[in-house]
């Protein structure tokens, strides 16, 4: 194969990654095929294409890594490059995945998942205080009660929100999905929407990664701050009716993760949580919210199973037995133990 490297991110764009996904997947195997063509990089000499490198080639890139970037880094570098040959040899087109045993045998010092900024919740509380639009209000607000990905949010449609609010009924379409029956104020989270399919009658610029389909409760503060929005929310474009849509340039458009970013970012920025060039270890990001919700109620409640739940990744078994429970038990925990934004 003449350019291993193209047929896999071709490939994954079929799989719906997304752009800066496939971005990131190709600078990282750009340069390990660079180093690969080297004659002088690896060991033994000559130049070879990753689908004839060995275990020990692979390992002299990863250490070519060290000391130019993190440890965490380095890590993930070294995941990408494994899940290209993982992909490759299950389609069949190289005979074996050298990095296996290499990412295997990395030390176990690597830390995947750096230390991150920890704030706490006083900290964030202040945070959401000094953000008075209510569309930017209710973004952050929903991420940080509820953990999604800012995908997730962005593909919400009113369908997909129950809020039990007389006045709004006459206004909006809400609740319209069936797993939202007899669940008052709640959001439902679907696994399906992919990056470049079509879903609900739009195309979703942004794919869902739920390994399945999620009801996550409404607590009080979000249920206000969701009202507040939805109180001056401009009619949208897409028949879809995104919950959030633009009130700027793109008026009416679904908002975007681009854009949710950067709101987060502008907002991080002022209370000194944002530098340009900082990592996941200093910058707050809407990703950074997922870690806070994760961290904080976990601590909270002391149920990893009910976290992985709200989440959306667990296996079947679990799911199943937080979907059968989910109004006397996930409800009443999650109720009892989130934290107060407002």
Request: net charge negative; glycine share 8%.
């Given at each position: 194969m003449s350019d291993s490297v193209a047929y896999f991110l071709e490939d994954q764009t079929y799989h719906g990654k997304a752009k800066r996904t496939q971005e990131a997947y190709e600078r990282v195997l750009r340069r390990f095929e660079a180093f690969l063509a080297d004659p002088d990089a690896g060991p033994g000499g000559g130049s070879v294409t990753p689908a004839e490198a060995d275990r020990r080639q692979c390992m002299a890139w990863v250490h070519s890594l060290r000391g130019e970037h993190a440890p965490s880094t380095v890590a993930s570098y070294?995941?990408?490059?494994?899940?290209?040959?993982?992909?490759?040899?299950?389609?069949?087109?190289?005979?074996?995945?050298?990095?296996?045993?290499?990412?295997?045998?990395?030390?176990?010092?690597?830390?995947?998942?750096?230390?991150?900024?920890e704030l706490t919740v006083d900290q964030m509380r202040e945070f959401v205080a000094d953000?008075?639009?209510?569309?930017?209000?209710?973004?952050?607000?929903?991420?940080?009660?509820?953990?999604?990905?800012?995908?997730?949010?962005?593909?919400?449609?009113?369908?997909?929100?129950?809020?039990?609010?007389?006045?709004?009924e006459d206004e909006y379409d809400l609740g319209g999905r069936v797993q939202l029956d007899g669940r008052?104020?709640?959001?439902?989270?679907?696994?399906?929407?992919?990056?470049?399919?079509?879903?609900?009658?739009?195309?979703?610029?942004?794919?869902?990664?739920?390994?399945?389909?999620?009801?996550?409760?409404?607590?009080?503060?979000?249920?206000?701050?969701l009202v507040g929005w939805l109180a001056i929310r401009p009619d949208a474009?897409?028949?879809?009716?995104?919950?959030?849509?633009?009130?700027?340039?793109?008026?009416?458009?679904?908002?975007?993760?681009?854009?949710?970013?950067?709101?987060?970012?502008?907002?991080?920025?002022?209370?000194?949580?944002?530098?340009?060039?900082?990592?996941?270890?200093?910058?707050?990001?809407?990703?950074?919210?997922?870690?806070?919700f994760t961290t904080h109620l976990r601590d909270r409640t002391g149920d990893r199973g009910i976290v992985k739940y709200l989440r959306g990744d667990v296996a079947s078994d679990i799911i199943d037995t937080y979907t059968h429970n989910w109004g006397d038990r996930v409800r009443e925990v999650y109720e009892a133990n989130v934290y107060s934004l407002l």
């Amino acid at each position: 194969m003449s350019d291993s490297v193209a047929y896999f991110l071709e490939d994954q764009t079929y799989h719906g990654k997304a752009k800066r996904t496939q971005e990131a997947y190709e600078r990282v195997l750009r340069r390990f095929e660079a180093f690969l063509a080297d004659p002088d990089a690896g060991p033994g000499g000559g130049s070879v294409t990753p689908a004839e490198a060995d275990r020990r080639q692979c390992m002299a890139w990863v250490h070519s890594l060290r000391g130019e970037h993190a440890p965490s880094t380095v890590a993930s570098y070294a995941s990408y490059v494994h899940r290209f040959y993982a992909y490759m040899t299950q389609v069949g087109e190289f005979d074996a995945n050298p990095m296996a045993l290499v990412v295997e045998e990395m030390n176990e010092s690597i830390d995947k998942d750096p230390t991150r900024r920890e704030l706490t919740v006083d900290q964030m509380r202040e945070f959401v205080a000094d953000i008075g639009h209510p569309l930017e209000r209710a973004l952050v607000v929903a991420l940080l009660k509820t953990g999604m990905r800012v995908g997730e949010l962005c593909n919400l449609d009113l369908r997909d929100i129950s809020l039990s609010v007389p006045a709004l009924e006459d206004e909006y379409d809400l609740g319209g999905r069936v797993q939202l029956d007899g669940r008052p104020d709640s959001i439902f989270v679907p696994a399906e929407p992919a990056h470049g399919v079509e879903y609900h009658g739009e195309e979703r610029t942004a794919a869902n990664k739920r390994k399945r389909s999620t009801v996550v409760p409404v607590d009080e503060e979000l249920k206000r701050v969701l009202v507040g929005w939805l109180a001056i929310r401009p009619d949208a474009v897409s028949p879809a009716e995104p919950l959030f849509v633009s009130t700027s340039g793109d008026w009416g458009e679904r908002v975007t993760p681009q854009g949710v970013r950067h709101i987060v970012e502008t907002h991080a920025r002022d209370h000194g949580w944002y530098r340009t060039g900082g990592g996941a270890a200093e910058n707050v990001t809407p990703h950074y919210f997922r870690h806070f919700f994760t961290t904080h109620l976990r601590d909270r409640t002391g149920d990893r199973g009910i976290v992985k739940y709200l989440r959306g990744d667990v296996a079947s078994d679990i799911i199943d037995t937080y979907t059968h429970n989910w109004g006397d038990r996930v409800r009443e925990v999650y109720e009892a133990n989130v934290y107060s934004l407002l």
